[in-house]
């Protein structure tokens, strides 16, 4: 075709091409290995994980490979996407062609479970009981486990110590809806900004209402319950009271974060994950865990990841994944997740004793934790994300001021009720 | 000329911002009756390329859109294969939903309020422009440029234009002393918002075709009238547009099919929301589909379906107003 | 008319156009402003004090971005030409049967929105492997341009005289040659009108490569952009800086290539 069109302005495309060409070969060299097709044999395992963002030379993958070294083997390490890893787990799973060991997004084991391609941890002989049961219920159905969390982050309330200060607010004094909406009402008053959040229409909304939405006594089966009205009032007050920004409504856990590290916010609602951020802020900042309405932690929900070990055709494989699984959930490797990633907490009693000992700073996101709840837990499985959709709509048309929150989260009940029935 | 082509060029803020060509003229008068036959053979294997293409990368798809339409695909049964046959239950289910009323209507006003200020601003500026003044002809080359930037660079500009706390717009308006308006987030604004994106996105698309409308006008019949002595807006009013009346038809059909199937203008703005304020057919489709991280396909595709219908009834009316156009 | 109301029409021309292109020049003006000043009240006007950071992280972290794009841009054109201009010259010259309901198709096929395109073609591309590459997009790309390029070269092609092609039969050329060496070189401007859309449209895709290229190692410009506007929304000079790159290879090949456009848009665009 080219050929035929005697035109300079080709001739320039042609070179263009050429170039792209160039582009093309320096890309293809960064990218990742695309889909690992079988377990293979001999001494190669295969893993799947959700932290693309660690390359081949990351810490991460090292110690992944130290674990293979540990047990004898090569372990052959694939990252995808949170989401592109569930629809390659089925895919693989249907051609069976599953991997050894998939650390997978703890909402998701549920999903995975329900197909029949994971072991439950019984069957391979891992043992769970020190794991503790909060953290381990996401991977839990109909009293099966069907996996072991490396660790966990949930939510907390990072503070600007310098804006408290200024406005006369005491942080250890909030322990409560009501002494928080003072500590806010004195931030405002000091001409400062309140709090923010993430309300933006999608799980990362649902995620981070549910800390108030069971802090008020709320569940998951019921969305329209006085509980839950109170919690989603305690949002649009905020709003209306000039407490939070309009931008809450749109605002991501990073958009948020992003504000918060402007400086002209008191609170932000935020993860574990920014602990290396907060500590590199321009300001002294704190962290306290989500007050529930009337006293105490609220249930933050976890996030992180779980060690699942898909069903292999060739069952005398399930040793060397014991032992692989078995590294990588060791106290001392525990703590060596939690500090590789700097936002894990571990999982067992144990592993947190001994990361604190280490960092005693990160001592509230060890109670956020411990008091943390999962989101598929209560035997939800995989009716959690439909309710999910369910409330971030309600949480989005009541902050927007569309609907009263009375009237959002009974619309929500309805389409939850419809879409799990 | 021979051939009635249309609008030959993209359209206002679509997806890809298609094109679109009318029919392009049937076969000329027959010759001998051998010479089809002989040619015949030779007509298949240089069409036969494009009728592989439509067959896989046309009608595939959208028999696999059909199929997920009619069964219960969840994530796990997308991926083994073994969805359950529901026949059209996804279809009442889309109808019922709470989303569905909101939907069809910001669908009806974006595209109407959307189609209507294109056609209105880009006919103004065709007649303004249609005076040759200095300049003229560079300054309508640069009335180009917002057609030709990806959509996504639009969006994104508009939506920190937009913004409530830092954006442009609220800033001057502030100066005015009106308050903060939330553009992109109350649910008053949203739909306005995507609404005014939209008719920027189209105004170029409708000022060339309009344009090049006026220049097939003669200008003797505006000058005899003039000469009988009537003025400027009557003059255009009751000879320049109604002669312009075909090429009127063609341009807002073709925008009304083509901003009903927008995505990504509302996507990048407001993903719909708050809520469902922004929310249209198509929108919702991509979100059920894609937006949510919880792929859910079959009530997507149910809803893509029942978009493609109301683009075909439009798309009929299309070709019958052509039709009739080429036979006049 | 006399001089002076011309010049108040240029002037108005000017304002018409100031007004118009004001986003644009908002763009480019947020591209250059520092991020410290990104949100003060009132906004910068003009960025007095300009800064590159924007452009720096841009050709740092979006070059393999835009690369892609090229790539899948101009592999959008090749395939759209192969398909598209035998196919214009088979419904043009050639008197294929069925060329009516052919030409229905082909209108159908532009009506039909891009995310029902993209739900087929992810259930498709999840059982082939075609999810997350370039091939697959430039396939699900160029079905945006292929029946626009089938229509545009058919309408073209029937206003070849037969004699052109009456004289290189009569030479002893065949179907093919006679396309090859007469046809095409005549239909140059067509091929390039086309070309110049099917790049347009698939460098500016968003729908497409958002669902079916979201996990991809290689994504193009505009996905870049938006995992941009996920990610750091306080960089807003970066997010414009990229969109303002985004828009120059666009700009720059209309500009180059405004002769063809225009004759390619006029020529077919009113009946007469």
């Given at each position: 075709m080219i050929r035929l069109v005697k035109s300079a302005r080709v001739a320039a495309m042609v070179g263009v091409l050429a170039l792209s060409g160039a582009a093309l070969a320096g890309c293809g060299s960064s990218a990742s290995g695309g889909s690992s097709t079988s377990s293979a044999g001999g001494g190669t395992y295969t893993w799947w994980d959700p932290y693309p963002q660690h390359d081949a030379s990351s810490d991460w993958t090292k110690r992944v490979e130290a674990c293979g070294v540990a047990a004898g083997v090569t372990i052959k390490r694939t990252a995808y996407d949170t989401t592109a890893l569930t629809n390659q787990a089925l895919l693989s799973a249907q051609e069976g062609t599953a991997p050894d060991i998939i650390l997978l997004d703890n909402p998701a084991v549920s999903t995975l479970a329900d197909t029949g391609m994971l072991n439950t941890t019984e069957s391979l002989g891992l043992d769970t009981s020190g794991i503790d049961p909060n953290l381990l219920a996401a991977g839990v159905i109909d009293n099966k486990t069907y996996g072991i969390p490396i660790g966990a982050n949930t939510l907390a309330l990072y503070y600007n110590k310098t804006i408290l200060d200024a406005a006369g607010v005491d942080p250890s004094t909030i322990k409560d809806w009501a002494s928080l909406n003072d500590a806010l009402a004195k931030v405002k008053a000091a001409g400062k900004k309140g709090i923010s959040f993430a309300g933006i229409g999608t799980e990362e909304g649902s995620f981070q209402f549910l800390p108030w939405f069971w802090g008020a006594g709320a569940k998951l089966t019921k969305l329209d319950s006085p509980q839950a009205t109170a919690a989603l009032t305690l949002w649009t007050d905020w709003l209306s009271k000039g407490y939070a920004p309009n931008s809450v409504i749109t605002n991501s856990q990073n958009t948020t974060w992003e504000e918060f590290l402007t400086g002209t916010f008191a609170f932000d609602e935020n993860g574990t994950w920014q602990v290396n951020s907060a500590a590199k802020a321009s300001f002294p900042t704190g962290v306290i865990q989500i007050p529930a309405e009337n006293g105490g932690a609220a249930p933050a929900p976890t996030g992180g990841e779980f060690l699942t070990m898909p069903v292999q055709k060739d069952t005398a494989r399930y040793t060397t994944t014991k032992k692989i699984v078995e590294c990588m959930t060791t106290t001392a490797g525990q703590v060596k997740t939690a500090t590789t990633f700097a936002y894990y907490i571990p999982p067992t009693a144990a592993g947190q004793a001994q990361l604190l000992s280490q960092d005693p700073s990160l001592k509230p996101w060890v109670d956020a934790v411990k008091a943390a709840k999962g989101r598929t837990s209560d035997n939800l499985g995989t009716k959690y994300p439909k309710i999910s959709q369910a409330m971030w709509t309600a949480v989005q048309k009541a902050l927007s001021g569309e609907l009263s929150p009375t009237a959002a989260l009974a619309q929500a009940q309805q389409a939850a009720v419809k879409a799990t029935s | 000329m021979r051939a009635t082509q249309t609008p030959p060029v993209g359209s206002p803020g679509t997806p890809g911002r298609e094109a679109a060509i009318t029919s392009p003229p049937g076969p000329g008068p027959r010759p001998a009756g051998r010479r089809i036959r002989s040619t015949q053979w030779a007509a298949v294997a240089f069409a036969a390329p494009l009728l592989v293409y439509l067959v896989a990368f046309y009608a595939f798809p959208l028999y696999r859109n059909i199929e997920l339409s009619v069964h219960d695909y969840t994530i796990r049964a997308f991926v083994q294969g073994n969805a359950k046959f529901v026949g059209l239950s996804n279809y009442a289910d889309i109808v019922s939903s709470q989303t569905f009323l909101p939907a069809l209507r910001n669908t009806a006003l974006f595209t109407l309020v959307s189609i209507a200020f294109q056609y209105a601003i880009g006919l103004g500026l065709a007649v303004f422009f249609r005076?040759?003044?200095?300049?003229s002809g560079v300054l309508r080359g640069m009335f180009l440029i917002p057609w030709l930037l990806p959509l996504i660079v639009s969006a994104s500009t508009w939506s920190w234009m937009l913004n409530s706390d830092s954006g442009i717009v609220n800033s001057v308006l502030q100066a005015f002393g009106i308050g903060q308006i939330n553009w992109l987030t109350s649910p008053g604004m949203a739909l306005v918002s995507v609404i005014i994106a939209n008719i920027w996105l189209g105004i170029p698309f409708n000022l060339v075709i309009l344009y090049s409308g006026l220049q097939n006008i003669s200008p003797d019949i505006d000058e005899a009238a003039a000469l009988d002595g009537a003025g400027g807006w009557k003059r255009f009013w009751h000879i320049t547009f109604p002669l312009l009346r075909p090429v009127s038809a063609i341009t807002l059909l073709l925008g009304l099919i083509y901003t009903l199937k927008v995505v990504d203008v509302i996507w990048i703005m407001t993903t719909g929301g708050p809520g469902d304020v922004s929310t249209t057919l198509a929108v919702w489709s991509y979100r059920e589909a894609f937006g949510t991280g919880q792929p859910a396909f079959s009530p997507a595709s149910a809803v893509g379906n029942l978009l493609i219908l109301i683009a075909l009834v439009f798309g009929i009316v299309y070709l019958y107003l052509q039709r009739r156009q080429e036979e006049s | 008319m006399t001089a002076r109301p011309r010049a108040w029409k240029t002037a108005l021309g000017v304002f018409f156009t100031a007004v118009m292109l004001f986003p644009v020049y908002w763009m480019v003006n947020v591209s250059f402003t520092q991020t410290k000043d990104m949100r003060a009240d009132p906004p910068h006007w003009f960025p007095w004090d300009p800064t590159t950071e924007g452009y720096r992280a841009v050709f740092h972290q979006q070059l393999p971005a835009l690369g892609t794009s090229l790539l899948i841009g101009l592999g959008s054109v090749l395939l759209t030409l192969v398909i598209a201009a035998p196919a214009g010259y088979a419904l043009s010259k050639l008197r294929l049967r069925g060329t009516r309901p052919l030409n229905f198709l082909l209108l159908v096929a532009q009506m039909i929105p891009a995310v029902v395109m993209a739900m087929g073609f992810y259930a498709i591309y999840l059982r082939l492997g075609w999810l997350d590459t370039v091939v697959g997009l430039i396939v699900a790309d160029s079905t945006v341009a292929v029946p626009f390029g089938v229509l545009l070269f058919t309408t073209f092609m029937s206003g070849i005289p037969e004699e052109l092609i009456h004289a290189a039969k009569i030479d002893g050329a065949g179907t093919w040659r006679t396309f090859r060496s007469i046809v095409l070189p005549v239909s140059r401007n067509s091929i390039v009108t086309v070309s110049l859309f099917a790049f347009l449209w698939a460098w500016s895709d968003f729908v497409f490569a958002s669902t079916l290229d979201r996990n991809g190692a290689m994504i193009p410009i505009t996905l870049g952009i938006y995992k941009y506007i996920g990610n750091n929304t306080t960089e807003w000079n970066s997010i414009m800086a990229a969109a303002v790159v985004a828009s120059v290879p666009a700009s720059v090949l209309l500009v180059l290539a405004q002769r063809y456009v225009a004759a390619g848009v006029t020529a077919g665009a009113i009946k007469d």
């Open positions: - | 005076n040759n003044f200095r300049l | -």
